[in-house]
């Protein structure tokens, strides 16, 4: 009973060393929750009043989703609870940095132990009453306007979880701060380190993968970092945010809430530890242990020294050399410094030579290692036998893509879950063409990305380039074209099991044409869309260009999109059933006007080698004389039926185009513009007065070349 007491008599004594921290904990908290809440609640009140919700339930739901977003997942809470945190933590142990503090606080007869206690668990009282403090304010906020629900609540109650285990992270990390430093400088530099280190260096390696590695990839594995909880809350946060419930977003936020609880339980203990190996004479000093010194330089400097050097290297238009003479005189100077902020002494400079010897033979060992790629990252192959599956992206194919909770996602996200080929092979053999490839002689370059999920359970994300025009890089791609594991990862519309719920609109264009086809052929369009998909492979997708869409619009406003080609037969039959089929090319007597536009970029390729060249000065002397720059492009307008019945017949609407095909075969030194008349019965697109399309190459009529030609004059 005494001990009991005693820890609260202790506390009430602390608590009143501290009243200015409970002052800026409860005030800002308080008005953090009580300035969001009114602010989203009036926003919906004056949308409301502008006539922005047609029904009463309408306006309730928007109000309590504006109080979800100001008492939930707020992104205006974490820069506070994250100063909360350093401030409190910081505060607490304050007398450690004051040599007489130290000596007063000691020789009262209270164990070490206890003191730690006292202070720390004062600082969780004094965040926990303030978080809670600005909670209720809000809600009575909400409460009052009508904008509470159980959702409200659920959310508010998730958040405040989240919150208060991001606050112990960063309160944690700001004792350890102060137990091994001994001024409030460096603490809180030490602070700033620990929080950022490894986001930042992270970022770093990263960065030097993809200035030096031809085969990085980040499509479908980011190297993200593991503890550190800012990027966690970053990342993650939008996505929490945007659950459709409480129950989804606590399916996101909770795994990464129990690894910040074993992060913080971590930090305390080194924290608490410190603590009782900290000697007391270390108040005033700049780190309380002396072997820590050399250790805390290495770090800091080499990342660093590649930020410094990395300024230099983009301010000096990709300049290698000034990198690497950046880097080092970053590493330099900052060895330098810190040996200066230890003892506070200008002329401690360059002491312990051999501690910033090792940091720059450090900094020019990791430069090395990615510069001539000595651990073999662009030469990485898996042996086949070691590879489970893989999913592989060709760089030509986009639609939307969403999640089970209708929530839009990207792309690679989709392959990466959906696409497992096991028909390792044609993978394997494509990548070993595109190692003994030679760049310069390569047709068209394409960047190809692969995923290796090998069997001891690690992945390796690459990025080939290949040769679209090679006959072999052809070949291999129709065999991994032609598998029911590639065509599942790449077209959600084969294996999404809800395509047919919720279309509230059908419809075939082919560029202008918008033909729109009853709801209840959904499933009719799909099954023939599948039966002309066994024909897909690269050849089809590379050699032809689809002939138009079929849009399956949702009342979630998300869309789906099922390209066709002119030998899809099954799928064309149908579409002519409806009535919706119309072929790419186009009647002459629907047509008011086509514009032809020749960019002449022969002329100006010409005169960017003879005046300019290609050195970055160039790019400002062509600025600083713009006035006298020559533009070579000339348009013309046909009106009579004959002529545009010659063109029509060579030209094709990109608006469908896919990226197999794009620019292939197409003349990029014309664009064609093509008006339709007002009283065509033609189903073009109302809401456009014109579209775009280009020339097939090699295709475009005598008259309009020579209609088109530049001339001085002109």
């Excluded at 910081?90 to 132990?113: A, I």
């Excluded at 050097?309 to 005189?329: C, F, H, K, P, W």
């Excluded at 380039?465 to 590639?486: C, G, H, S």
């Excluded at 033909?515 to 959904?522: G, S, T």
């Amino acid at each position: 009973m005494t001990s009991k007491n005693s820890f609260w008599a202790s506390s009430r004594e602390n608590h009143k060393r501290r009243i200015w921290v409970w002052i800026v904990a409860v005030l800002s908290q308080l008005l953090v929750y009580g300035g969001m809440t009114t602010i989203y609640l009036s926003r919906i009140r004056g949308v409301y009043a502008d006539g922005g919700f047609k029904t009463p339930e309408g306006f309730k739901e928007g109000m309590c989703r504006a109080a979800q977003d100001a008492l939930g997942f707020s992104d205006n809470l974490y820069p506070i609870i994250f100063v909360l945190a350093a401030v409190i933590g910081m505060q607490g142990f304050s007398y450690l940095f004051d040599k007489r503090k130290v000596d007063m606080y000691h020789s009262v007869p209270v164990s070490k132990n206890r003191r730690f206690a006292v202070i720390y668990v004062n600082g969780l009282m004094i965040y926990l009453t303030a978080n809670l403090s600005g909670l209720i304010l809000g809600m009575l906020i909400s409460t009052a306007q009508n904008a509470v629900n159980g959702e409200v609540f659920a959310e508010a109650g998730l958040a405040f979880v989240w919150n208060f285990f991001f606050f112990l992270v960063f309160y944690h990390t700001m004792i350890l701060a102060v137990m091994l430093t001994g001024n409030r400088f460096v603490t809180g530099a030490l602070f700033l380190m620990f929080a950022l280190y490894e986001f930042v260096v992270s970022d770093m390696f990263e960065g030097l993968k993809g200035m030096y590695f031809d085969a990085y990839s980040a499509r479908y594995l980011q190297e993200e970092p593991k503890f550190s909880t800012f990027y966690d809350c970053i990342m993650n946060i939008w996505q929490i945010k945007n659950a459709p419930d409480a129950a989804a977003a606590a399916k996101i936020a909770m795994p990464l809430v129990a690894k910040w609880i074993g992060i913080a339980a971590v930090l305390l203990a080194l924290g608490w530890y410190a603590y009782k190996k900290r000697p007391s004479e270390t108040a005033g000093k700049a780190v309380a242990h002396h072997f820590l010194e050399p250790i805390l330089k290495v770090m800091v400097a080499i990342p660093a020294s590649f930020l410094v050097g990395r300024i230099v290297y983009d301010t000096s238009y990709q300049n290698e050399t000034l990198l690497v003479v950046g880097m080092l005189a970053g590493g330099v100077i900052l060895c330098a410094a810190m040996e200066v902020l230890y003892d506070f002494d200008i002329r401690s400079l360059f002491r312990h030579l051999l501690s910033s010897g090792i940091a720059l033979v450090a900094i020019m060992a990791i430069f090395c290692i990615f510069k001539w790629d000595l651990f073999g990252y662009d030469s990485y192959i898996p042996a086949q036998n070691k590879v489970e599956s893989i999913a592989i992206s060709a760089d030509g194919y986009y639609d939307s893509y969403w999640d089970e909770n209708r929530q839009y996602i990207e792309q690679s996200e989709f392959e990466k879950d959906h696409m497992f080929i096991t028909d390792i092979s044609p993978v394997l053999e494509l990548a070993e063409l595109a190692r003994q490839a030679d760049p310069e002689k390569m047709g068209e370059n394409r960047s190809v990305y692969i995923l290796y999920r090998l069997k001891s359970g690690m992945q390796k994300d690459r990025r080939i380039q290949v040769d679209y025009d090679d006959p072999a890089t052809e070949k291999l791609l129709n065999r991994i074209f032609a598998t029911d594991a590639y065509q599942k990862g790449v077209f959600q519309g084969m294996t999404d099991p809800d395509l047919l719920e919720g279309v509230t609109r059908i419809q075939y264009t082919n560029g202008p044409a918008r033909a729109v086809m009853p709801v209840e052929e959904a499933g009719r369009l799909r099954d023939a869309w599948l039966k002309d998909m066994e024909q897909f492979d690269f050849t089809l997708v590379r050699h032809n260009r689809p002939c138009g869409f079929i849009d399956f619009e949702y009342k979630d406003y998300n869309r789906r999109q099922f390209f066709v080609y002119d030998s899809f037969e099954y799928t064309i039959t149908e579409l002519k059933k409806l009535g919706a089929y119309y072929p790419m090319e186009l009647d002459a007597a629907d047509i008011e006007s086509v514009t032809v536009t020749c960019f002449h970029n022969e002329l100006t390729e010409q005169d960017n080698a003879v005046n300019y060249g290609v050195h970055p000065r160039a790019v400002a002397t062509r600025e600083a004389e713009y006035g006298d720059y020559t533009d070579y492009t000339v348009s013309e307008t046909f009106y009579d039926e004959e002529q545009i019945a010659q063109i029509l017949p060579h030209i094709y609407c990109t608006r469908v185009d896919t990226l197999w095909s794009r620019y292939k075969d197409l003349d990029e030194n014309y664009s064609v513009e093509v008006v339709f008349k007002r009283n065509t019965t033609y189903p073009y697109d109302r809401e456009s007065y014109y579209f775009t399309y280009a020339f097939y190459a090699e295709r475009v009529p005598e008259f309009v070349a020579e209609a088109t030609a530049y001339s001085e004059e002109r």
